[in-house]
């Protein structure tokens, strides 16, 4: 046994996480069980104050509704470094069959949110020890409703960017397709913006048997929808990646009847501004030209969500350079991928990366927004080692 070396930082990160490795899986294995939606997560955000009161961080609750801040200062002054988590759970079903699996029907941590805050814990309790080689503080950001519904840009509506305000940021997210001890990056952007459509497709209803005296909304809806497949492989450059799909389509009640309306409901994903910028002229476009070509009204209500997440070279190179000195080469370059995330809000404002956290347990397939998701808890342990040093080197 050799004695723990103060000047070591890789040896003191991985003892502190060691000491209380088995308790964030407690607090994990809580918060699993008791998944909360997005702007409801009070139970979790109680969770998060007293495992911070618990921990001495000064913190703030109610931030972006349910949301919570936690400070640690630094020995000396610096740069202010955000490290954010999300708590919310999804409307879904758990099937794992765990001892510790959701108590509440129909909601589930299946996007391992669970996993992330109880990371976040762990890299409080971390910084808290190591804060006096900290030059600058850490906002430690609890974040609510990242599933679709706002919740960072409720925050930043609070103020989480101001007082101190925020000069850089970390997030991550667990990886079901990288093995549990591994770690990802990619440069430049890395998640989609996300937009949404509505198109309501106006025709004039009458009798099935009697075509010629209607307007059918249901045919033109059916055009307009292979029309927009023209989008993507006809309009928007070949060299930028772009999705567009058709999610729902809503319209008529029986055999015989044509109805005056459809609804189409359809998402866009893209990487690069000009882009995004292509694909809602290209939809805008078909929409009107329904008009003249088929005799319907196309009100489209387009909807941009968040940005695409930018990573920024000058946080990803020093925490790289951290994982890889915490944990040697486990560390690979990924691919940009076109889910999205509300972190690329804090991202729009300041240099930012979304570290990517493997979670795959041997022997297992697992994928987001499953109900059969089992992320190995391991990558607890990872997560906390790998952004508390990321945060000494950023902060160093
Ligand atoms: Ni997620």
Redesign the pocket.
């Known amino acids: 046994m050799s004695d723990p070396r103060p000047n070591d930082p890789a040896t003191a990160i991985r003892q502190l996480t060691a000491a209380i490795e088995a308790q964030l899986i407690e607090v994990r294995r809580d918060l699993h069980a008791h998944p909360e939606l997005g702007f409801e997560e009070v139970r979790t955000a109680g969770v998060v104050a007293r495992e911070l009161t618990r921990l001495g961080i000064p913190h703030q609750t109610g931030i972006g509704k349910t949301g919570v801040v936690g400070m640690i200062e630094g020995g000396r002054p610096g740069p202010v470094l955000a490290i954010r988590a999300?708590m919310d759970a999804l409307p879904m079903q758990e099937e794992t069959g765990l001892p510790f699996a959701s108590t509440v029907p129909g909601k589930m941590h299946a996007?391992?949110?669970d996993i992330?805050t109880t990371t976040l814990l762990g890299v409080a309790a971390v910084l808290r020890d190591l804060a006096p080689q900290l030059a600058g503080s850490v906002k430690l950001v609890f974040q609510p409703a990242?599933?679709g519904l706002g919740g960072m840009a409720a925050m930043i509506a609070d103020g989480v960017m101001d007082s101190p305000s925020v000069d850089l940021a970390l997030g991550f997210?667990?990886h079901p397709d990288m093995k549990v001890g591994t770690f990802g990056y990619v440069r430049g952007p890395t998640l989609a913006a996300s937009d949404r459509f509505d198109i309501v497709v106006r025709g004039q209803g009458g009798h099935a048997a009697y075509p010629h005296g209607s307007v059918d909304p249901l045919v033109a809806a059916a055009m307009l929808v292979a029309q927009l497949q023209t989008v993507v492989s006809r309009e928007v450059p070949p060299l930028l990646p772009a999705v567009v799909t058709v999610g729902a389509i809503q319209g008529g009640t029986t055999h015989n009847i044509i109805p005056d309306t459809c609804v189409i409901k359809g998402t866009v994903r893209t990487l690069h501004p000009r882009a995004r910028d292509v694909a809602e002229a290209a939809i805008r476009r078909l929409c009107a030209g329904m008009r003249e070509g088929m005799r319907v009204t196309c009100a489209i209500e387009y909807r941009r969500g968040t940005p695409c997440l930018m990573n920024d070279d000058r946080v990803i190179d020093p925490s790289i350079a951290a994982v890889r000195a915490q944990f040697g080469d486990v560390v690979a370059e990924g691919e940009p991928s076109l889910g999205g995330?509300d972190f690329a809000l804090m991202a729009e404002r300041v240099p930012a990366f979304q570290l990517r956290i493997g979670s795959a347990a041997p022997g297992r397939a697992d994928r987001?927004?499953n109900s059969d998701y089992q992320p190995d808890e391991r990558c607890i342990g990872f997560g906390v080692q790998a952004l508390s040093r990321a945060a000494l080197q950023l902060l160093g």
Do not use: K, M, V
Request: glycine share 8%; proline share 0%.
């Open positions: 999300d996007c391992g949110h992330h990242e599933e997210h667990n995330e987001l927004h």
